[in-house]
């Protein structure tokens, strides 16, 4: 009985050793290095009449306001809708006066600020910003920011822009 528990045991202790090793050298979730997930990759250059999908544009977003946490929610909530996760952090000094949200862009028609201006609502407007934050759209939110709207996943550009 004593070689039967043996060997029961040492078969136990080899496959907890595997699937704990399976476990360790696996991939962080969100990495990009899963084969399982989708192939998410910023498209640059738009030109006017193309189609831009929340899947193609990368979005970074920033606590203006005092409550924690509130930027990952929120960059959370935009991963729902298949965007690409950018940057999370808080928003420098001269953005603490966002009390709601605020999406920041090199141009105001740019396609892909465009689309996650509507995940905020039908009249957010994308604001001109030359300094960069981070990749992607960048979206500064406040104390007063809610939640996300209902929104498309797809906007047909208006005008070229940079898609990401």
């Known amino acids: 009985m004593t070689a039967t528990t043996m060997v029961v045991l040492l078969l136990i202790l080899l496959v907890g050793a595997f699937i704990g090793w399976r476990a360790l050298s696996a991939p962080f979730p969100g990495s990009g290095d899963s084969t399982s997930s989708v192939n998410q990759q910023c498209?640059?250059?738009?030109?006017?009449?193309?189609?831009?999908h929340s899947d193609e544009v990368t979005v970074s977003v920033y606590n203006a306001g005092t409550?924690?946490?509130?930027?990952?929610?929120?960059?959370?909530?935009?991963?729902?809708?298949?965007?690409?996760?950018?940057d999370v952090g808080n928003a420098p000094g001269n953005l603490s006066g966002v009390h709601f949200v605020r999406?920041?862009?090199?141009?105001?028609?740019?396609?892909?600020?465009?689309l996650v201006a509507r995940q905020f609502g039908?009249?957010?407007?994308?604001?001109?910003?030359?300094?960069?934050?981070?990749?992607?759209?960048?979206?500064?939110?406040?104390?007063?920011?809610v939640g996300l709207k209902k929104a498309p996943k797809q906007l047909k550009a208006r005008a070229s822009g940079s898609g990401c």
Do not use: M, N, Y
């Open 67 to 86: 409550r924690s946490g509130l930027a990952g929610t929120t960059l959370q909530q935009l991963l729902s809708r298949d965007f690409i996760p950018g």
């Open 43 to 52: 498209v640059k250059g738009l030109q006017r009449g193309q189609v831009v």
């Open 122 to 145: 039908l009249h957010t407007a994308v604001q001109v910003s030359h300094t960069d934050l981070g990749p992607g759209v960048e979206v500064i939110v406040g104390d007063r920011f």
């Open 103 to 114: 999406v920041l862009s090199p141009t105001k028609t740019d396609p892909a600020a465009r």
